[in-house]
């Protein structure tokens, strides 16, 4: 390309960053205000899942905690867990942000409870969530085996149409579809709305505006990982919204063992593969 091209490009590269800087700026506003509605609503529910013995208002003394087995992130490299007794910190550094998971029952941490456990880097923006997680959307297919492995499909009130196991499928049929952000706009706006989590990836070029001004959003970067195993890890990245970390630790550990025998010839049960065309 010419140089006058490449001027361009950069021209507009500039541009696109700053309008991303002035749209996490207006976000972070805005978070605090719709967060604070959104607590007040989760408190009720809270207290009908706290009479049914689901959850908990008891504070944890000593050394107890809401989290007992904590996520063991051993390869991957883009996300990391820290451990409160009542609630753990998920930073994601792709979309550069910090997500809050709290016991459901107990309080929302504080800013500085928070920065206890992991500081919020600059740059970073923070979202909270109550877990274990009722609702979510999966925007993207890449994590529905997690999802499936973990045995979570029934939280899962909007997936992907290119969803293909048997359960997706049959979700799909009962109006489980995830509009297409292209298709309708206002049915796809109730969608993210009416779920607690929404599962999503970053935009083209590695624009993750659509993560950061979406309030329940959660960046999934599981196929930036540098292999396969490190990817499979994610399990645990999943899992630690639905509290199961000790089954991610055994799954994974599991899938850690058979892809190395499977490397080295010693697999005793050798993986299989068909490739198939469709037309």
Known sequence: PSRRSLAAVMSCKNMLRAAF???VAASRGAFAAEQMSSNNNNFSRDAARIATGECSATIPAGSQTYFPAQADVMLAKLFTVTYSP???????????????????????????????????????????FGVPV???AAMSTTLLAFIDSLGVQDRVKFVDS????????????CDAEMESAYGNATLHTEQLAGVDVVFMSCGIDGDCTNVNTQKN??????TQEAGPVESAEYIKYIAAFFNLEPL????F??????YTQASSGKSATPPLVAWINYN
């Open 217 to 222: 959003g959660v960046h999934v970067p599981s």
């Open 248 to 251: 991610a630790n055994e799954l």
């Open 134 to 136: 009722q609702s979510s």
């Open 21 to 23: 800087a002035a749209a």
């Open 253 to 258: 550990a599991a899938t850690q063992t058979s």
């Open 86 to 128: 009542t609630f753990k910190v998920l930073t994601d550094t792709i979309s550069k942000e910090q997500y809050v998971l709290t016991q459901c029952g107990q309080v929302q941490p504080s800013a500085a409870a928070v920065n206890a456990v992991e500081v919020l880097k600059t740059g970073y923006i923070r979202k909270h």
């Open 162 to 173: 290119y969803a293909t196991a048997p359960c997706w499928q049959k979700a799909l049929a």
